[in-house]
C-alpha cells in the first residue's frame, strides 16, 4: 500500500506531537547512540512528566518490594526504550488535551484511551504477556488516527464525524477513505512508527477496533475476532479496547452495543483462566486506576462499573430507548463546544484579571464583571500564564508588579506562544515613568493603566481593545479558511491523482500504475540486488460469459475476480487490471518459487470462488504466467513479456494452470 | 466621630469617603457585601506587608523593601486610604534610590498611619 496519502499529512505539520520533552526523547531516540543519561535527564528536567512516569513504574511492577522513585531505577527496571516511549505517550497527552476540530470530543477521546490504557496495562499483568508499561502506552496511543485526522483537517473531520458519529466501524473507515485515501487506523500505524515505537504496535493499531473478541471458528482458522486465548500484542489490546469501552458506556449507549459489549465481556471471562468473581475484580481494579490516573492526568472518568450486570444494562438501555420513542423527540440541535478564539459577542469578552494583591485582584474582577465581562482570576504571573493557555481569554489585566514572574515577564511569555500573541494585554502599573512606559510596550503590551485606576477609563479601554480583538479574529477565520482551501486542494489532488490510477470498475490500480510500478520495482531490484517477479493472470472464457450472460455478467465476474486479488494479496504485492480480463500481480522481492507458490493460491482460491448471478451460481478460472527477472532481461519490459508468454503457454496447455517462464520460453519469439 | 444621623464621618486626612461610596456603589444590590468583604480582605493582608518592610528593613533586602512598600500603597489606594498610601509611595521611593534610613526614619509613622486607617475602617462595619 502507498503511504503517500501519510506523507501529506505529515507535510502540513499539523499531526499531533508530543510537547516538549517528548520531541527531545523522539530526536534522542532516532540517532543510534543515545544514552540512557541523557533520556533520563531529559525527563528528569519536566518534574510532573517524572511525576507521571514513576506512578507508571510502579503500577506497571506489581509485586515488587521496592518502589521506584527515580528514573534510573525506572530505566534499570523497565529498560531505557520503555522509559522513552512511556515520556512520549504521556507527553502527548499535555501537547493534545484539547485542540481545533469543533465535533471532535476531546474530552471522551482521550478518557476512552486513558481506559484503554490502564486496562491494557491490568489485562498484561493478569494474562501474563507483554511488558504491562508498553501496553499503557499503547493502550494510549491507539486512538492517534482519529486526533491526527482531527488536527490536520479540523473541518473536514468535523463534518464526517457529524454525519456518522453513529455509525459503525465501516462506514466510518469507509468514508474516511473517500476523503482522505486513508483510514484513521492506518494513520495511527504510521504515526506510531514514525515516533520509533515497535512493529507491533502498528500491527495492533490497524486490527484492534474490529469485532468484539469471540470464539475462533473452528472451520476457519483466520476468521476475523477469532480469539482462544490472549496470546499477543494485538489481543491484548482487544481485550482492553473491549473492556475501555464498557468503562466510558454510559446512558447514551445503545442496547446493541451493551449486547455486543455483555457477550464479549462473557467470553473474556471465560478464557480469563480465572473464576468471574475474580476477573469482575480485575476489571474493577482496572476502572479505579483509571479514575486516578484521571486526576494525574486532568482527564475526566466515570464512576464505578458494574462489570457483573453488563446484560441488565442492556436490558435498561432497551428500556431508555423504547421510551424515548414513545415520547416525541423535540431536543434542539445541541451546539458544537466552540474553542472561543476571539469570539466576541455583544461587547462581552473573557477576561483574565491577575493581581498578587487579594483585595485589588477583588476589586478589579468586580468591576469587570459589572461591565458584563466574563473574568478568570489568578494570583501571579506562573498560574496566569497557565491559565492563559489552557482557556484563552481575549484579554488579559495584569499587574506589573508581582513577585516571581511579574506582568511584564508575562507579557513576553505569551507573545513567545503563538496563541499568547492574540491575547490583548493591558497593563496595571504604578509607575509613570518614561522609562518604565517604554519597557511596558517593548515587551507587547497592547495598552496601561496607572493605579490607583479609574473604572470608567479602565473599561473604556477595555472596550477599544475589543476593536482589534476582532480584526484579529477575523484574519484569522481568513487564515483558517485558506488552510481548510490548502488541505483541501491537496485531497482533490491526490484524488485526482489516484482516479487516473485507477480502475472505475474494479477499483484496482490501473495499466498505467502497473507500468509505473514495474519500472520502479525493476530499479529498486537492480539497486538492492534483490530478486523481483511478476505473474500474469488471465480470466478462462471470459468472452463466452459476456457472450451468453450479457456485459453485466462479465462486470460481476471482474468484480469477483478482482476483489479475490486482492484479499488474496499481501502489503508488498500489487495487484493491477492491465487489460479487459487480464490482471497482474507485481511481486518486489520474491524469487521464482515464491511467485510459484503465490500463483497457485492465486488460481485455486480463484477456482473455489462461486459468483452468484441473477440467481445462478457461476464459477470462472484462470490461467496464470509467472516469471522472475533473470539475467540478461534488459528492462522490465522483458519480464512482461516472459510472464505474457508464460500465459500464452497456459491457455494452450488446456488452461486453469500456471506456466513459470523458462529461459528457452524467454528466447521463444512465438510459442509452438 | 459620627454625624447626628449615626453615619460615620471619616477624617478626610485619613480615608476619602467618595471611594468608600464608590466601593458600595460597585457591589450595589447583587452583592451589598462587597464593601466589607473587601475591607476584611485588605485588614487580612495588610498586617503582612507591613511585617515584610519590617522584616526585609532589618535584612536590608531592597527589593523587598520596595515591593512591600509598593503593594501596601496600591492596596490602601483600592481603599481610600490618604495619609497611608502617601507615606508609603515615599517609602517605595526611598527603597528605589536605596535611600535605606530614609525609610527607617518613616517606619514608625507608616505603622501610626495603618492604625488609624484601620480604625476608620472599622467604623464601616
New interface residues.
Given amino acids: 500500500m502507498n503511504h503517500t496519502s501519510f506523507e501529506e499529512l505529515r507535510l502540513t505539520g499539523q499531526l499531533p506531537s508530543p510537547s516538549g520533552v517528548g520531541m527531545q526523547i523522539l530526536r534522542l531516540t532516532q540517532e543510534d547512540d543515545f544514552s540512557t543519561e541523557e533520556i533520563g535527564q531529559a525527563i528528569s528536567a519536566d518534574s510532573a512528566l517524572t511525576g507521571r512516569l514513576l506512578k507508571l513504574a510502579n503500577s506497571a511492577e506489581s509485586g515488587s518490594v521496592e518502589p521506584i522513585t527515580t528514573i534510573g531505577e525506572a530505566t534499570i527496571r523497565l529498560g531505557i526504550r520503555t522509559v522513552g516511549n512511556v515520556a512520549l505517550g504521556l507527553s502527548l497527552v499535555a501537547s493534545s488535551r484539547v485542540g481545533g476540530c469543533a465535533r471532535f470530543d476531546y474530552d471522551t477521546y482521550w478518557s476512552k484511551s486513558l481506559a484503554r490504557a490502564v486496562a491494557g496495562q491490568g489485562l498484561s499483568r493478569h494474562f501474563g504477556t507483554g511488558v504491562p508499561a508498553e501496553l499503557y502506552i499503547l493502550g494510549l496511543l491507539a486512538g492517534v488516527g482519529s486526533l491526527a485526522l482531527a488536527s490536520v483537517h479540523p473541518e473536514t473531520y468535523g463534518s464526517l464525524l457529524e454525519e456518522h458519529g453513529d455509525a459503525n466501524l465501516e462506514t466510518i473507515e469507509q468514508a474516511e477513505q473517500e476523503l482522505f485515501q486513508i483510514s484513521h487506523s492506518e494513520v495511527a500505524a504510521c504515526i506510531l512508527r514514525d515516533w520509533g515505537l515497535p512493529e507491533e504496535f502498528g500491527v495492533a493499531t490497524r486490527d484492534f477496533e474490529h469485532p468484539y473478541p469471540k470464539p475462533a471458528d473452528p472451520d476457519d482458522p483466520e476468521s476475523e475476532g477469532g480469539m482462544d486465548e490472549v496470546r499477543d500484542l494485538t489481543d491484548l489490546l482487544k481485550t482492553a479496547e473491549l473492556v475501555a469501552r464498557i468503562m466510558i458506556a454510559n446512558e447514551q449507549t445503545k442496547h446493541e452495543e451493551y449486547v455486543e459489549m455483555a457477550e464479549g465481556f462473557d467470553y473474556l471471562q471465560a478464557i480469563s483462566g480465572c473464576e468471574p468473581g475474580e476477573f469482575q475484580r480485575v476489571c474493577s481494579g482496572i476502572a479505579s486506576e483509571w479514575r486516578e490516573w484521571g486526576q494525574v492526568l486532568g482527564i475526566p472518568t466515570g464512576g464505578r462499573i458494574d462489570f457483573a450486570n453488563l446484560h441488565g444494562r442492556a436490558e435498561q438501555a432497551l428500556q431508555r430507548s423504547n421510551e424515548k420513542r414513545g415520547e416525541e423527540a423535540v431536543e434542539g440541535v445541541e451546539q458544537p463546544r466552540e474553542k472561543g478564539i476571539g469570539v466576541v459577542t455583544d461587547g462581552c469578552m473573557h477576561v483574565l484579571a491577575v493581581d498578587?494583591?487579594?483585595?485589588?485582584l477583588?476589586?478589579l474582577k468586580?468591576?469587570l464583571q459589572?461591565a458584563g465581562h466574563r473574568v478568570t482570576t489568578a494570583m501571579d504571573g506562573e498560574e496566569a500564564l497557565r491559565l492563559a493557555l489552557e482557556e484563552c481569554p481575549d484579554m488579559v489585566v495584569a499587574d506589573w508588579?508581582m513577585?516571581c514572574l511579574d506582568g511584564i515577564g508575562l507579557c513576553q511569555a505569551l507573545r513567545k506562544i503563538s496563541s499568547g500573541q492574540r491575547i490583548y494585554f493591558l497593563l496595571l502599573t504604578?509607575a509613570e515613568a518614561e522609562e518604565d512606559i517604554l519597557k511596558a510596550f517593548e515587551s507587547g503590551v497592547d495598552d496601561y493603566v496607572v493605579?490607583?485606576f479609574n473604572?470608567r477609563i479602565l473599561l473604556a479601554r477595555i472596550h477599544a481593545g475589543r476593536r482589534i480583538i476582532t480584526l484579529q479574529a477575523a484574519l484569522e477565520n481568513g487564515k483558517r479558511k485558506q488552510q481548510k482551501q490548502m488541505n483541501d486542494l491537496q485531497v482533490l489532488t491526490r484524488k485526482l491523482r489516484t482516479a487516473a490510477l485507477t480502475d472505475p470498475l474494479t477499483g484496482l490500480s490501473n495499466r498505467r500504475y502497473a507500468m509505473k510500478r514495474m519500472s520502479q520495482a525493476w530499479e529498486s531490484s537492480s539497486r538492492t540486488k534483490k530478486p523481483m517477479s511478476v505473474i500474469m493472470m488471465d480470466i478462462d472464457f471470459f468472452k463466452k460469459v459476456n457472450d451468453l450472460h450479457g456485459h453485466d455478467a462479465g462486470d460481476e465476474v471482474l468484480k469477483s475476480v478482482a476483489g479475490v486479488l486482492s484479499r488474496c494479496c499481501r502489503k508488498e504485492e500489487d495487484i493491477c487490471r492491465i487489460g479487459g480480463e487480464e490482471f497482474i500481480m507485481i511481486c518486489a522481492g520474491a524469487n521464482a518459487v515464491e511467485a510459484a507458490a503465490a500463483a497457485e493460491r492465486l488460481r485455486t482460491t480463484i477456482e473455489a470462488e462461486t459468483i452468484p448471478w441473477n440467481g445462478v451460481d457461476h464459477r470462472v478460472t484462470m490461467s496464470l504466467g509467472v516469471a522472475c527477472r533473470k539475467e540478461g532481461m534488459g528492462s522490465s519490459d522483458d519480464l512482461l513479456k516472459a510472464a505474457d508468454q508464460a500465459v500464452y503457454v497456459a491457455k494452450d496447455g488446456g488452461r486453469n494452470q500456471v506456466v513459470i517462464s523458462q529461459e528457452s520460453h524467454f528466447n521463444l519469439n512465438k510459442s509452438a | 466621630m459620627t454625624s447626628p444621623d449615626g453615619t460615620p464621618n471619616f477624617d478626610p486626612a485619613i480615608l476619602d469617603s467618595t471611594v468608600i461610596d464608590?466601593?458600595r456603589e460597585?457591589?450595589?444590590e447583587d452583592?451589598p457585601g462587597?464593601l466589607l468583604?473587601?475591607v476584611e480582605?485588605?485588614l487580612?493582608?495588610a498586617p503582612d506587608r507591613l511585617k515584610e518592610m519590617e522584616q526585609s528593613m532589618a535584612e536590608g533586602d531592597l527589593d523587598t523593601m520596595r515591593?512591600a512598600a509598593?503593594?501596601l500603597?496600591?492596596?490602601a489606594?483600592?481603599?481610600g486610604s490618604v495619609l497611608l498610601s502617601k507615606i508609603c509611595a515615599e517609602m517605595e521611593a526611598a527603597a528605589r534610590s536605596e535611600d535605606c534610613s530614609k525609610y527607617a526614619e518613616m517606619a514608625p509613622d507608616c505603622m501610626l498611619a495603618f492604625s488609624d486607617f484601620e480604625t476608620a475602617l472599622r467604623q464601616l462595619s
Fill in positions: 498578587d494583591d487579594p483585595s485589588s477583588l476589586l468586580r468591576h459589572k508588579d513577585p504604578g493605579k490607583p473604572p | 464608590g466601593l460597585l457591589g450595589g452583592d462587597l468583604e473587601l480582605m485588605f487580612d493582608d515591593r509598593h503593594t500603597k496600591s492596596s489606594a483600592n481603599m
